[in-house]
């Protein structure tokens, strides 16, 4: 009990806080698992081993039954099959059964006699004209399942077989069905054949094709037969297996076709439909496609697909052809032709709208550029990073397709055929009903879309003149706006999200096609007759502009929002985001908002005051100082909604600061001696070479000596400096003579209009050699003379203004310019709106003489369908001597 003194009887305690116990039962624990999963491993491992000799004993047993009959089958009828009769096809012949079962796709014994077989069988036909009676005798009613398996089987085995051997076959496949020597045309003209509708096994002979992938083997085909010519002349008339798609794509479950659904990955749209340039190939299979309801069955297929449309597609054949692209192409190509048919609903439109929609944003490739963008792509790919993701451009003659597609005339029919039911005048006092709401959606998705695909000058003239946009647009928001219901609309729009402004989608789409519509508006159209909208109406669009500018900029500001120029985006995601979106809604509110108000400053309408925006205080001022901040950016991206006091406040106080941090420049001169601040920016000028002395001392100088003090002394004609010091009334007095001086007309720098006003001489240059300086100096001077607050009176013309305020011209701006051109060519564009209206046609040079009071016009041009402006553009390109720039069909 007691220590002894010997350490090797001391008890041994485990610090580790478990029992040696306790680590051996879970060592076996581990070593029992690992010994359990061996055993297993090793059971899985005999098991696969059995099943791989069972199987290859079992072929090889089948191997040699199919060589038996393939042998006992040449005993009887021949290599090739020349001794059939119409017997062996027949339910109490064998020979079909034992033929399909030793086929072999790849044995070319196999496949020849295959295709004496179809001739034969065609033979039989054309001798009887009863297919079903050669399978099933004279009761099919009897044989039905065993004819059925039998057809199935056959049909399948010729398409393995064409599939198999379509590299060797593949410039046979486009021949027309009289090539029938040839390998491959029997055995497509017995599909027709064997899938013809009117057949009482056609459907099941579909459903066996679906289910065993058939269209995908007919899609393989179909490539390797494009791609053998690619670079030939397609042949003319309708090829064996231009039928056999005819035939298989009128199974769409409408009688007689009692086709039910199968799964659309495997079908006729996902894997035929996505063949590039597919109706290059088989135009007559495009014109049975599109003018009966097989183009609506298929559309409204893929639409419920929709968003997941892209994973029932198959892989891409390239990179620059991707599957989705190919599929648009088909759609859109066909589209114009469905529309124009006297049957088409309402509900076609919605879901091709939905389709293209989708389609054209699927992916950032899709990027359909005009011919100098492309240009300029390739010249930039030099300045590229190997560390940026280049991303790949499509196909030129896929992306022409799509473009060519989506043409004035498509564009006219869909707008016209989802607004067809609905009222531009009369609208409910609850705002508009769900099938308005669903219209307004799909046009507005697939017009935003387009607007940021294509080159908009292409698409703005058809949907401003030639369509109800505008005034349909209008009216939405007008009742949403009126029964506040812009927050419920999001959730009912089906191309935003939840949580996205209802007013979003419509405004993008609205806002440039009206302000298109503005350019060739005249005065009297604007401001008397109301068009294209009521003056009252514009006041509420105002308002509602306003509204939304401001609540975009400000209230719902996003960080990532950056002010971007004025132009066309030409890049599409994979799907635009809701910021995105709405940084391009507040350029295109901006914009019309800005070209409103010069509508309003050119003769006033409404209060200038409906343009400023409610939230504008001292605080935003004390903001708007401040690089940066969010009222910096409202006062940069949409300086109208800030009230010109707050503006010249703002102004006035950055100068402020500008003046005091010159002062401190100043004091810190001083105290360091610099004797040169007073002589270093004194300038002696003669009265009678003003410019030239002005021009030649102060056009070097720097910013900071800009903003600084200038002193003048001015030299009289016997070169004698003119006594006084320069307390700031002589720079004045300088600054008032030198811009007498240069804005004189008689200098030549400017010109002025009928009424006085000023612009730049664009003959300048063959008075004055350096006539890009002086101008470049006229604006330093000028911003001298905001900086020091100097009152400079020159009366500049509106069209020069617009353009120093990096704004376009158009027709209303022409009587600043040119007030008897305007009023010319206002009449002409009257006297063509008379024309338009009695329904005459003309070529340009009778139509000009018809406006001028030379006679009746006649010609061969149908103007009916011309806008206004196409008409004026259309006439005035031809008083030049050159032909018509717009062909608008009868």
């Not at 044989?143 to 046979?172: E, F, G, M, S, W």
């Amino acid at each position: 009990m007691f220590f002894s003194g010997d350490p090797s009887t001391r008890k041994r305690i485990d610090l580790g806080g478990r029992s040696s116990k306790e680590r051996d039962r879970k060592n076996l624990l581990e070593q029992t698992r690992l010994e359990r999963n061996r055993r297993m491993w090793l059971r899985q491992q005999n098991s696969a081993a059995i099943k791989i000799q069972k199987c290859y004993r079992g072929r090889k047993v089948v191997r040699n039954e199919q060589s038996k009959l393939r042998e006992k089958c040449h005993k009887i009828y021949g290599k090739y099959c020349q001794n059939l009769d119409r017997s062996a096809f027949g339910p109490d012949s064998d020979f079909l059964r034992q033929f399909l079962f030793f086929f072999n796709a790849e044995n070319n014994d196999d496949v020849l006699a295959l295709v004496n077989i179809c001739r034969l069988l065609q033979q039989f036909v054309q001798q009887s004209g009863d297919v079903v009676g050669l399978f099933s005798g004279l009761d099919y009613s009897s044989t039905c399942p065993l004819v059925n398996y039998r057809v199935k089987q056959l049909v399948y085995t010729c398409i393995r077989a064409l599939h198999q051997n379509r590299n060797q076959l593949k410039d046979q496949f486009l021949l027309a069905p009289e090539e029938s020597s040839v390998t491959a045309i029997p055995l497509l003209e017995v599909l027709v054949l064997l899938i013809d509708i009117k057949l009482p096994w056609s459907c099941k002979i579909v459903g066996h094709m679906f289910q065993n992938n058939a269209f995908r083997l007919l899609r393989e085909i179909i490539l390797t037969a494009k791609d053998d010519v690619d670079n030939r002349i397609y042949p003319a008339k309708g090829s064996s297996l231009e039928r056999v798609l005819t035939v298989v794509m009128c199974h769409i479950g409408q009688k007689p076709c009692i086709c039910s659904y199968f799964d659309l990955r495997y079908g006729f749209s996902s894997q035929i439909l996505t063949i590039p340039f597919l109706w290059d190939a088989f135009p007559d299979l495009r014109q049975v496609y599109a003018t009966q309801d097989l183009n609506q069955h298929y559309v409204h297929q893929m639409a419920t697909l929709v968003p997941d449309l892209i994973n029932f597609l198959p892989k891409d054949i390239s990179d620059e052809i991707p599957t989705y692209a190919c599929l648009l192409g088909n759609i859109l190509e066909t589209a114009g032709i469905a529309l124009s048919q006297p049957d088409c609903s309402f509900d076609m439109a919605m879901d091709l709208a939905a389709i293209a929609t989708f389609l054209l944003e699927s992916h950032p490739s899709l990027k359909l550029l005009n011919k100098k963008e492309i240009s300029d792509s390739v010249t930039r790919e030099d300045d590229t990073g190997d560390d940026e993701v280049m991303e790949v451009a499509l196909d030129r003659k896929l992306e022409q397709q799509i473009c060519n597609a989506i043409d004035t005339r498509f564009l006219l029919q869909l707008t016209n055929m989802l607004f067809r039911d609905i009222s531009s005048v009369n609208g409910s006092d609850y705002g508009p009903d769900d099938r308005e709401v669903a219209a307004v959606g799909a046009i507005c998705g697939f017009l935003y879309v387009i607007f940021n695909t294509l080159p908009l000058e292409r698409i703005m003239t058809v949907l401003a003149y030639r369509t109800e946009l505008v005034p349909m647009l209008w009216k939405f928001m007008k009742q949403c706006h009126e029964n506040k219901q812009w927050l419920s609309l999001s959730e009912r729009l089906s191309y935003l999200s939840g949580d996205a402004p209802g007013w979003l989608l419509p405004l993008a789409v609205f806002c440039p096609v009206y302000k298109h519509m503005l350019m060739i508006v005249d005065n009297e159209e604007f401001y008397e007759q109301g068009k294209p909208l009521s003056l009252e109406d514009i006041r509420s669009l105002i308002i509602l502009l306003k509204q939304v500018l401001w609540q975009l900029l400000w209230v719902n500001h996003t960080s990532s929002a950056t002010p971007v120029k004025s132009v066309p985006v030409t890049t599409v995601s994979k799907r635009q985001s809701i910021e995105a979106i709405q940084q391009r809604v507040s350029i295109v509110v901006s914009e019309l908002l800005s070209q409103l108000q010069d509508w309003n400053n050119r003769r006033q309408f409404t209060s200038p005051t409906d343009f400023h925006a409610d939230g504008v205080n001292d605080s935003f001022i004390s903001q708007a100082l401040m690089e940066k901040t969010r009222a910096n950016e409202v006062l940069k991206q949409a300086a109208l909604l800030i009230p010109f006091t707050s503006r010249v406040k703002i102004f006035t106080s950055q100068l402020a600061d500008l003046f005091f941090h010159q002062s401190q420049l100043a004091d810190v001169r001083q105290q360091h001696g610099s004797q040169a601040l007073f002589t270093r920016n004194r300038f002696r000028i003669r009265r009678d070479h003003i410019l030239e002395d002005a021009y030649n001392q102060m056009s070097q100088l720097s910013e900071d000596d800009l903003q600084g003090l200038i002193r003048v002394s001015f030299v009289n004609e016997f070169g004698v400096e003119e006594a006084g010091i320069d307390g700031g009334g002589i720079f004045k007095d300088f600054m008032e003579n030198i811009t007498r001086a240069a804005f004189d007309v008689q200098y030549g720098l400017f010109k002025e209009t009928a009424d006085h006003q000023l612009y730049p001489n664009p003959g300048s240059g063959m008075i004055h050699e350096q006539h890009l300086q002086f101008f470049h100096f006229l604006g330093t001077l000028l911003a001298k003379a905001m900086f020091e607050g100097i009152l400079v009176d020159l009366p500049f013309a509106t069209f020069f203004l617009s353009k120093l305020k990096l704004k376009h011209n158009y027709l209303n701006d022409l009587p600043s310019l040119d007030p008897e051109l305007y009023r010319h060519l206002i009449f002409l564009k009257q006297r063509l709106f008379v024309f338009c209206g009695r329904g005459w046609g003309c070529s340009t040079r009778s139509l000009l003489l018809y406006c001028l009071g030379y006679g009746v016009p006649g010609g061969e041009v149908e103007f009916n369908s011309y806008s206004l402006g196409e008409l004026i553009i259309d006439c005035l390109h031809g008083m030049a001597g050159a032909e018509p720039l717009i062909h608008c069909p009868p």
